[in-house]
């Protein structure tokens, strides 16, 4: 019970875990090559003794314990806000362990159809918090052909189902993919794809089970390989992170890790409070990267002598105004926040798909301005290796000068990040994400198409037009 520290975090995972990773069993996750760069990402997040941090990782809960931030349930605009605070400053491994700020704001409405499944969310909401455990976001399955659903795939694994029902619990067969950290959190939080019919109760499932659970593989892949040269990898060389490929392989959950099995009318419920928790975070992070994207494209300009071509100065206002229209976003969605009946807190739904579909849409055009105002040498930059020799060094630092006011070594610095987040390692990981996490643009424009006020936008056009409106559109 009670905070861990980075050291007790990393011997937690030394469970039993079944990982794999380029075709090899790991079997001690925690002490293997591959791993040390994705842990350490991790294991910031249990620093507590770092003074500067301390305030903003942790809160105090209803009995006064100590916990992580990332457990505190939002009840006014201030909590808001310091979570919004913390994401900016939270590893993945935290973001993803968000999943049970979904399941919190959805327990409502599972109390209705199934006060037991509200109480085991409750539960395992407590027992996660109060352990300083940590959890992934477990939604996306295969879906084989998308033309059929899911209980017409030739494979009826290809969604993740329950295969079998006893009085201790279910059995579930099937996988997940993309699930980011899954090597590296305690407990797989499995949540619908989407909303199911009421011939698809099989597939109606969520539930929380220990990653060591038997029958549980992860089968891992990331953007970058371990140990990368962070002077020529500033990106990659801190930020990897395993992407997982999740197996079921008949796994049993006890009844009181079961939040879901069969109601069918809660899947799409369960599916949405994710996607509107998990596009914050990525609002969260396009904020500092399109920040990020500013700053480089300003340097690279002046370090080129070019600050007051005419050409620079307007892409880098429109890069501008694409960081602050998200960070406007980001802050009309958290001022214009909305309330759950049980007191949550929670971004506005409209205005955190608006701005993650304004970002992932304009994001490619982004990085475009960005590597046109750099040039080429994004992509042919010698390595810190031919900067260090001698020799090759001498020729770089000549022929790499630009003025007085500008160092030889900084301006690769920046040259490698813009390449590293941008046409690299993490750039490369980066551009799919920035797409697809949280769902691709479709599901962000249902999202919006559904919450909008349509009725009164008609009405408002009808009024312009000196049209009297129908009776049925006045009955809306």
Known sequence: MGLKTPAEYRESLRDGRVVYWDGERIDDVARHPKFQIPIAVAERDYDYADPTRREIMTYHDEDGALAHRVFQIPRSETDLAARVELMHDMSIVGGVTGVFMALMSVKDAVAEVSPQ??????????????????????ITDPKGDRSRRAHEQDDP???????????????????????????LV?????????????????????????????????????????????????????????????????????????????????????AQALGLWERTGGLVGSVATSRLFVGLAQLVTEMQGKERDAICQNTIAELICYAEMLRMGLDYACTRYETTPSGMVHPNALAVNTAKYYYAANYHDAVKKLQDLAGGLVLTLPSEADLRNEA??????????????????????????????????????????????????????????????????????LAAAGAAAPKALAAE
């Open 186 to 270: 305690h407990e797989l939080v499995v949540m619908p794809t989407k909303g199911m019919r009421q011939d698809e109760t099989d597939y109606a499932v969520s539930f929380s089970i220990p990653v060591n659970a038997p029958g549980v593989s992860i089968i891992n892949r990331s953007f970058a390989p371990p140990e990368l040269n962070a002077f020529d990898y500033p990106a990659s060389g801190h930020h990897s992170m395993p992407e997982g490929f999740v197996v079921f392989d008949d796994v049993f959950v006890p009844w009181d890790r079961v939040f879901l099995a069969g109601e069918v009318q809660l899947a799409s419920r369960l």
């Open 117 to 138: 499944y509200a109480a085991n969310i409750e539960r395992m909401y407590r027992h996660v918090r109060d352990n300083d455990l940590r959890a992934a976001e477990v």
């Open 157 to 183: 694994d290809l969604y993740v189902r329950i295969v079998r029902r006893t009085d201790e619990g279910i059995v579930v067969r099937g996988a997940k993919l993309h699930i980011t950290a899954a090597s």
């Open 392 to 461: 090759s060094g001498r020729y770089i630092r000549k022929y790499l000068h630009t003025k007085q006011s500008v160092d030889v070594e900084t301006r690769m610095r920046v040259y490698n990040l813009i390449r590293d987040l941008t046409a690299d390692a993490y750039g490369g990981w980066h551009l799919v994400v920035a797409l697809q996490a949280g769902g691709g643009l479709s599901a962000q424009r249902v999202m919006m198409n559904r919450i909008y006020d349509l009725a009164g936008a008609k009405a408002a056009a």
